[in-house]
């Protein structure tokens, strides 16, 4: 139990740090990235049958997303103005609609964050998104390709 507290505990200061980087930015913004109080991302050629926009990305997102980055590695990172439950349902929704397995076992939700990994990827990658609650109506989320 105790490991499970220090992990969280990482994994909202990585998110801190990084929604710090974002929320910090400055004056110019990488092409493709909308502005911070631009609330429509930039749109896909892909329509993806109704599912959330996509970027340049691979990864779906919300249709609310914004400030939008591609943090490198592989790592989306975006801001929603969704719940933390909505966004998980949203991801569960996309993921298994295109056979993915979510890993139940590594699902936490825990004082604003959460973490969830789907196995299913063509890569033979695990898909991890993780969220933060930022405490002003907004949140981010994260997704990656990890090694299983």
């Known amino acids: 139990m105790k490991k499970y507290r220090i992990l969280l505990a990482i994994v909202v200061l990585v998110f801190a740090s990084l929604a710090c980087q974002g929320l910090g930015g400055g004056g110019s913004s990488p092409s493709g990235v909308p502005e911070s109080g631009d609330v429509n991302p930039p749109s896909s050629s892909d329509s993806g049958g109704g599912s959330g926009s ?11 997303a914004f400030n939008v980055l591609d943090v490198g590695d592989g790592t989306l990172l975006y801001y929603t103005k969704m719940s933390g439950e909505d966004v998980m349902n949203f991801y569960r929704d996309e993921y298994t609609s295109r056979g993915y397995t979510e890993r139940e076992l590594l699902t936490v939700v ?8 789907f196995d299913g990827d063509p890569s033979g990658k695990a898909i991890v998104i993780q969220s933060v609650d930022l405490g002003d109506g ?4 994260t997704i990656r390709l990890e090694d299983t």
């Open 54 to 64: 996509s970027s340049d990305s691979e990864f779906p997102m919300t249709d609310d």
């Open 138 to 141: 907004s949140r981010t989320v």
């Open 110 to 117: 825990s004082g604003g964050v959460f973490s969830m990994v």
